[in-house]
């Protein structure tokens, strides 16, 4: 981990760094900054660390300031002024988490998905209370939720629907204890748990006992980066443009089928066959459709 700060600001090519912990940002956060730096200038220079590139030239790996890099681009710039850090990949990328929390200022849904990245990379719940600055109660917290491998509650906690002070109480609790009603209670009483929390926490008890703590598949995941939600996005876009596609083609099967009926029924023969066999109506839409084809 770096020791020491540089002493000198380097302007670095926009164009030659690569964002190592992309994520997601709150648009008019984002604006407010890039209006401070169009009118103020940047008062905090980014940080990276330097690479070599596939060019065999400079490049660089983004360690902190992902907001300021983007509004930099956004403002046309293409250099902006950095601190060069001498980091292993490993430390930039627990840096870029730590800023990431310090700024989020310590929000349960995004911090969860951090800490689970970092466990899955193989660190210790020692490394990531230090190399974040979260207490160790918070951290060890959120990791107990994920070793018991409450996927229920941890979706619960993601969606909003209950905080994680209660998601740990009732992962503490045996699955047939009667007290987590009262429990419940209390913490609505309190203000722990808010309008309609206090129900829909009493529906998750209530499936987690009947189904166990697994959702039976894997939970969904939040996307982490812009990247990421863009192809969430693309993804979706290309599901609808199938669900269009098998519309359009069974429209035209259908409109075969009609122009067929019409060239039948306008046959007295056909007609006359029908009716012989006490076959000549149609149902009202389809001799509409027939009628207007």
């Known amino acids: 981990m770096m020791t020491e700060t540089p002493e000198s600001v380097t302007l670095v090519p926009i164009d030659r760094i690569e964002v190592l912990n992309s994520r997601d940002r709150n648009m008019k956060v984002f ?11 940047l008062k905090k220079p980014i940080t990276v660390t330097e690479r070599e590139g596939a060019d065999g030239s400079a490049a660089f790996l983004l360690v902190c300031g992902e907001g300021r890099l983007n509004a930099f681009r956004l403002l046309g710039e293409t250099h902006i002024p950095a601190l060069v850090v001498n980091v292993t990949d490993e430390d930039a990328f ?10 989020r200022g310590h929000r349960p849904l995004e911090i969860l998905a951090d800490i689970e990245l970092l466990l899955a990379r193989d660190y210790s719940i020692d490394d990531i ?3 974040t600055g979260l207490s160790q109660k918070y951290v060890r917290d959120i990791v107990f939720l994920l070793e018991k491998g409450e996927e229920r509650l941890i979706e619960a906690v993601q969606n909003g629907t209950i905080p994680l002070t209660t998601a740990l109480e009732i992962a503490r609790a045996k699955h047939d204890d009667e007290n987590l009603g009262d429990m419940l209670e209390e913490a609505y009483k309190t203000g722990q748990l808010k309008g309609h929390q206090i129900t829909d926490a009493k529906r998750l008890i209530e499936k987690r ?3 166990g703590p697994k959702t039976g598949g894997d939970r969904p995941k939040l996307p982490n980066s812009a990247h990421s939600l863009v192809k969430t996005y693309q993804r979706e876009v290309a599901r609808q443009h199938k669900l269009m596609l098998k519309a359009d083609h069974a429209h035209q099967q259908l409109l075969l089928v009609v122009q067929g009926l019409k060239r039948l029924f306008a046959d007295e023969h056909f007609v006359t066959l029908l009716r012989a066999e006490g076959l000549d ?8 459709r027939i009628e207007t084809a």
């Open 94 to 103: 627990i840096m870029s988490l730590a800023e990431n929390i310090a700024r």
């Open 31 to 41: 604006e407010e900054i890039v209006e401070n730096i169009r009118t103020i200038g």
């Open 129 to 131: 209370i230090t190399g």
């Open 281 to 288: 109506s149609l149902p009202k839409y389809l001799a509409d």
């Open 209 to 211: 006992r009947e189904k």
